[in-house]
């Protein structure tokens, strides 16, 4: 057996303490932070630490820089909102320098770790170089965890003292709830453009489901391996006999029954409802039969994963399936995780995310982690219990 050693493992008064967060944040056009989420839950692991007498290294990416400094990929906009000194760079002797001058419970941002190629490469000489900013590591970047980056990865490898963060910790534990022990009846929900990004989540969640709920486009791909009329409406047609295999399958596939549709996704005074979608529409929701059906699953779930919106989530009133699906997880008496941009952002506006057990900021790692995956920057955190 093995366990997560946790920050709350580690000595770490007094020492340097070099803390992998994600504060991969979306900036306004302005160059402000137009969404702080993911600042905010880093804070209580950064706290944590920097209450415990640390002198905090706090490191993370922004977008997708070619591997070299780009002032748009800069995280001085991150260090504005969280009123932070902001290194020039994220390793050399300046800012060996400026960490050798942090007192007890300081904290200094790094600049950008992929302005550096050897970060995306795991490269040895680039751990090394961020190894001699710290005495203790905790990575708290779930949403990165799937990469094995210099920083995710092999730092935990050379620093002595390594652990996870409280938001790590809480992915791992939510997401190997509803992966290895989940509580039955078991529903998921799979929503978005195409099966194909999908398709190992969806197969790995099938193998343990009572019901896996089909919305988004990716739903008229099943309904077309049924033989159903689709109209316009997106699918993968290489993807048809995967459909029918997985429809074969013991575990109930709960596909719409009924439609909004219109030709395409700006014809919102066109939308209507529909049992069969007609020639020149597009279906862009799932309808109130639909809806119904899906209610009916989860009022009796005792455990629920949400991935994805049921419809062109976007443009209403194309949203008013996926803002129902949230409404329906937040009235769950079961252990409700939602993961997803679009499907936290419906949690969000329908102002239920208090009444959902755990809301998972991961992406693609959190995908990844319930296909079966061992995500590197987990593993590497790993001790023998």
């Given at each position: 057996?093995?366990?997560?050693?946790?920050?709350?493992?580690?000595?770490?008064?007094?020492?340097?303490?070099?803390?992998?967060?994600?504060?991969?944040?979306?900036?306004?056009?302005?160059?402000?932070?137009?969404?702080d989420s993911r600042i905010r839950a880093s804070m209580e692991t950064l706290e944590f630490v920097r209450k415990a007498g640390a002198r905090v290294?706090?490191?993370?990416?922004?977008?997708?820089?070619?591997?070299?400094?780009?002032?748009?990929?800069?995280?001085a906009p991150v260090a504005k909102h969280m009123k932070l000194a902001l290194a020039l760079d994220c390793v050399g002797p300046e800012v060996e320098a400026r960490v050798s001058r942090l007192k007890d419970g300081e904290v200094l941002l790094l600049e950008n770790l992929r302005f550096h190629a050897g970060e995306e490469k795991n490269a040895p000489k680039f751990v090394a170089e961020l190894a001699k900013l710290c005495d203790v590591y905790v990575n708290d970047a779930f949403g990165t965890a799937h990469r094995a980056h210099a920083s995710t990865e092999g730092l935990a490898h050379v620093v002595a003292d390594a652990g996870a963060g409280f938001l790590l910790e809480r992915e791992v534990e939510a997401l190997s709830k509803v992966r290895d022990s989940p509580e039955h009846p078991y529903v998921c929900i799979l929503g978005g453009a195409k099966v194909s990004d999908k398709l190992a989540v969806l197969e790995s969640l099938a193998a343990r489901?009572?019901?896996?709920?089909?919305?988004?486009?990716?739903?008229?791909?099943?309904?077309?391996?049924?033989?159903?009329?689709?109209?316009?409406?997106?699918?993968?047609?290489?993807l048809v006999d995967t459909a029918k295999r997985l429809l074969a399958g013991k575990t109930e596939l709960l596909l719409p029954?009924?439609?909004?549709?219109?030709?395409?996704?700006?014809?919102?005074?066109?939308?209507?409802?529909?049992?069969?979608?007609?020639?020149?529409?597009?279906?862009?929701?799932?309808?109130?039969?639909?809806?119904?059906?899906?209610?009916?699953?989860?009022?009796?779930?005792?455990?629920?994963?949400?991935?994805?919106?049921?419809?062109?989530?976007?443009?209403?009133?194309?949203?008013?399936?996926?803002?129902?699906?949230?409404?329906?997880?937040?009235?769950?008496?079961?252990?409700t995780v939602v993961g997803g941009?679009?499907?936290?952002?419906?949690?969000?506006?329908?102002?239920?995310?208090?009444?959902?057990?755990?809301?998972?900021?991961?992406?693609?790692?959190s995908l990844e982690f319930l296909e079966g995956a061992a995500l590197p920057g987990v593993e590497a955190l790993r001790v023998r219990a």
């Amino acid at each position: 057996m093995t366990r997560l050693r946790s920050v709350r493992d580690l000595r770490l008064a007094g020492r340097r303490v070099f803390i992998r967060a994600d504060l991969n944040v979306p900036l306004a056009k302005d160059g402000s932070v137009a969404d702080d989420s993911r600042i905010r839950a880093s804070m209580e692991t950064l706290e944590f630490v920097r209450k415990a007498g640390a002198r905090v290294v706090l490191a993370s990416h922004l977008g997708r820089p070619k591997a070299a400094p780009e002032p748009k990929f800069s995280l001085a906009p991150v260090a504005k909102h969280m009123k932070l000194a902001l290194a020039l760079d994220c390793v050399g002797p300046e800012v060996e320098a400026r960490v050798s001058r942090l007192k007890d419970g300081e904290v200094l941002l790094l600049e950008n770790l992929r302005f550096h190629a050897g970060e995306e490469k795991n490269a040895p000489k680039f751990v090394a170089e961020l190894a001699k900013l710290c005495d203790v590591y905790v990575n708290d970047a779930f949403g990165t965890a799937h990469r094995a980056h210099a920083s995710t990865e092999g730092l935990a490898h050379v620093v002595a003292d390594a652990g996870a963060g409280f938001l790590l910790e809480r992915e791992v534990e939510a997401l190997s709830k509803v992966r290895d022990s989940p509580e039955h009846p078991y529903v998921c929900i799979l929503g978005g453009a195409k099966v194909s990004d999908k398709l190992a989540v969806l197969e790995s969640l099938a193998a343990r489901a009572d019901t896996v709920v089909i919305g988004g486009a990716m739903a008229y791909t099943f309904l077309l391996a049924k033989g159903e009329s689709v109209g316009k409406s997106l699918v993968e047609s290489e993807l048809v006999d995967t459909a029918k295999r997985l429809l074969a399958g013991k575990t109930e596939l709960l596909l719409p029954v009924d439609h909004v549709v219109a030709a395409n996704p700006d014809d919102a005074a066109g939308a209507r409802t529909v049992d069969r979608i007609p020639d020149g529409t597009m279906a862009l929701d799932v309808g109130p039969r639909s809806r119904a059906a899906i209610e009916s699953r989860l009022t009796a779930a005792k455990t629920v994963f949400w991935n994805g919106p049921l419809g062109f989530f976007e443009k209403p009133p194309f949203d008013a399936g996926t803002r129902a699906v949230a409404e329906m997880l937040a009235r769950s008496s079961g252990y409700t995780v939602v993961g997803g941009g679009d499907s936290l952002a419906a949690v969000h506006a329908a102002g239920v995310g208090a009444r959902i057990r755990h809301l998972s900021t991961g992406g693609g790692a959190s995908l990844e982690f319930l296909e079966g995956a061992a995500l590197p920057g987990v593993e590497a955190l790993r001790v023998r219990a």
